[in-house]
């Protein structure tokens, strides 16, 4: 056996003695090429957990607003800053039709508007305008707001989470990983 093989052979061992019930059987391949696997795991990861989405500086100042497209999720999500400061994310989908609200990926606007129909919403996802809303029967704007979505900041990234009721904040979910690179100068080495 040349020294190669012998340190494989050696190290394969090591991780069977402490690890036997992983066996020694090659790897099966199936479960990373599987569309029926990819479908269980983009339901139940990657619709579950906090996925980086931006850095803030993406969104300096009230109004600005920032599109992350999200193909492992198959959706789309608009980030915004409110007036009031606040970070908020929405699906970038009209309530209405179902119509994607921002085209763009980045600016700077007073609100939301819907090309199809017209709808308006402010920043903070309500509906705020429809047009002939007389012409509506029994139409409650406010039932009628975009459909928000988790968003928490850490150190400067912007996280969210698809999950409407995320079974842990973005810190429990960061874990000590969060602790050992709290401070750190991220927005100083950051790529603007």
């Keep these: 056996m040349d ?4 340190d494989v052979w050696l190290t394969n061992r090591r991780w069977h003695h402490d690890y036997p019930e992983l066996g020694t059987d090659p790897i099966p391949i199936a479960p990373y090429i599987s569309d029926e696997q990819f479908e269980l795991e983009r339901e139940h990861i990657f619709k579950k957990v906090w996925l980086f989405a931006s850095r803030i500086e993406k969104i300096p100042n009230p109004g600005d607003f920032h599109v992350v497209d999200l193909p492992i999720c198959e959706t789309s999500v608009v980030l ?5 400061g606040e970070v908020r994310a929405f699906h970038n989908v009209c309530a209405h039709r ?6 763009d990926q980045s600016g700077n606007t007073r609100r939301l508007v819907c090309r199809f129909h017209g709808w308006a919403y402010d920043l903070e996802g309500a509906l705020r305008l429809v047009p002939d809303e007389d012409n509506w029967f029994d139409l409650d704007k406010s039932c009628h707001g975009l459909t928000p979505v988790a968003v928490d900041v850490w ?11 995320p079974s842990q904040t973005l810190q429990e979910y960061l874990g000590e990983a969060a602790e050992t690179l709290d401070g750190y100068p991220f927005a100083e080495t950051s790529a603007q």
């Design 3 to 6: 020294t190669s093989t012998t």
């Design 155 to 165: 150190e400067g990234f912007v996280f969210i989470n698809l999950d409407p009721e």
């Design 80 to 84: 915004v800053r409110g007036n009031d």
């Design 98 to 103: 179902g119509n994607k609200l921002a085209y």
